[in-house]
């Protein structure tokens, strides 16, 4: 929460659903797998690193891009 607190701006919708939503599977009994995703600039690092901060376990966070002809090349 103090993480939250030290922001100088709220969450949006989006943000604050998928943190709920990451938090959520993060108290289940089996591993999360879930990928994150959003426009460059949308905060996708910031709520991974509160989902850390706040939740009961851990996590790879892989910074990876892929591009969007990725699965057509070949």
Known sequence: EAFLSALHYELTGAQSRAL???LEDLKRDR???RMLQGDV???KTL???MALDI?????VLPQEPVPADGPFVG
Request: glycine share 24%.
């Open 20 to 22: 709920d939503q990451i």
């Open 31 to 33: 591993p999360m797998s």
């Open 41 to 43: 600039g949308s905060g």
């Open 47 to 49: 709520v991974a690193l």
């Open 55 to 59: 939740g009961p376990g851990d996590a």
